[in-house]
C-alpha cells in the first residue's frame, strides 16, 4: 500500500485510528491482533499501570550519566537493563504478556528521568489516576512545586502522534529488532537495540535533524530556497530532512495527520510557530522542484512532528525518544510475529564478496606498504 500513499494496522487506516482510538488501544491491537473491548482496554490500562514504576535502584543509573546525555543512549540502556531487575518468567505466554506491557508502560518513566536528570530536577513518579499518555506528559512535566495542566487538545495529540508511529512494516529499526531476536536473545535487548537503530538521523534522529534545519533557516532570514539548492547538490551530500523515504514515493499518510494535529495544537496554544510557516514553505517549494518531483520525494512522517513536539515543551532532543515510544507495540508484535513462526531460523544476510580470491601468505617483515 505504501506505493498508493496508504497505511494501515492490522487493517485499520492510520486516519481511522488517529482520530478514534487512544494510543493503548492501538499498542492492544499491534500486540492481540484486535481493537480491545471496554472491558480489555480497562484491564489493559490497569496492567500498564501496575508496571509503571521503574526498579528504585535503577534510579542510580539516570544519576550517574551526564546532564548532557543523549536520551536515545539512556533508553537503550535502560530498556536492556530491565532484564536485570525483572527475569524472564517460567510461563512463556505470561512473559510475553508482562514483559511486552513492563515495555510500553516503562519506556515513558525512561523517558521522562532522563529528560528530568537532564534538567536537575527530581523525578515524578507515575500514578494509577492518569491515562497513559497523561502520565507521560506529567511525569516530563510537572515537579514539586508546579502541578502539569492538561489540555484535551495536547493529550489527544499525544495519543495521535504516538499511534502515528506505531508500525511500519520492515524499517531499519523493526527489522534490527527481529534481528536480534532471531538470535535467542530477550525481548528487552532486542529492543534496546531498536531503540540505538532508531537513533540515527536517517530514520528516527531525523525529527530532531528537521528541527535544527528548520531554525537554520529561520536563523538564516527565512530563505527556504538555498537549502533546497543544497539538498538538490550532490556535492553537498545534504539531504532535506523530513523529506524522502525507502517506500513511500508519494505523500507519506503519516505526515498529513502529523501536519493536522501540529496546526490544531498550536491554535489551541495560540502559538504562532515561524518554523511552521518555514515548513509549510519549505513543503511548498520542495513539491514543485523538479529534482523532488522526479526523485518522488515527498515530506514524511518527521517534517511537522518536531513543530508539534516543541509547541508542546518537549526539548529536541526528546523527539527520537517519543518516536521509540510510540514504535514500541510494533517492535514488541514484529518480534513476538518472528518467535512465533514455526520455522524461524537465526537471521543471517549474505553478501557478493567481490575481493581478491586466493592470496600467498606473506611474513609481516616481507610485507610492503601498499
Ligand atoms: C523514517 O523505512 C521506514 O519506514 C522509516 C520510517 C518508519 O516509520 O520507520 O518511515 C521513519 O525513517 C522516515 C525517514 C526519515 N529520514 C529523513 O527524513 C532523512 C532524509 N531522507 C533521506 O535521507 C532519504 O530520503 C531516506 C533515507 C529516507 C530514503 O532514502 P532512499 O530511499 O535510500 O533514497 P535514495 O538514497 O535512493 O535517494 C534517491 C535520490 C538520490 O538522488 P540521486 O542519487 O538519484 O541523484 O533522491 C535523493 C538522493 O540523493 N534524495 C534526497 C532526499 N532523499 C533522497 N535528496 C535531498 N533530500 C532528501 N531528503
Known sequence: MAKRGILRYRGYDIQDLAENCEFIEVAYLLIHDKLPTRTERRNYARLLNLNSMLHEDMQAFFRNYPEHAHPMAVASAMAVSLSSFYPEMNDPEQEKTISATRLISKIRTIAAYSYKKSIGEPFVYPSHKLTYCENLLNMMFSSPVADYEFSPVLVKAMNQLLILHADHEQNASTSVVRMVGSTGADLYASVSAGISALSGSLHGG???????????????????DKMVQRAKDPQHGFRLFGFGHRVYKSYDPRAKIAKQVCMSVLEKLGIHDPLLDIAMKLEERALNDEYFIERKLYPNVDFYTGITYRAMGFPTNMFTVLFAIGRLPGWISQWYEMQSDPHKKIGRPRQAYCGPTRLTYVPIDKRTAS
Open 206 to 224: 531525523a525529527n530532531q535533524e528537521v528541527m535544527q534545519m528548520l531554525e537554520t533557516i529561520h536563523k538564516s532570514g527565512g530563505d527556504v
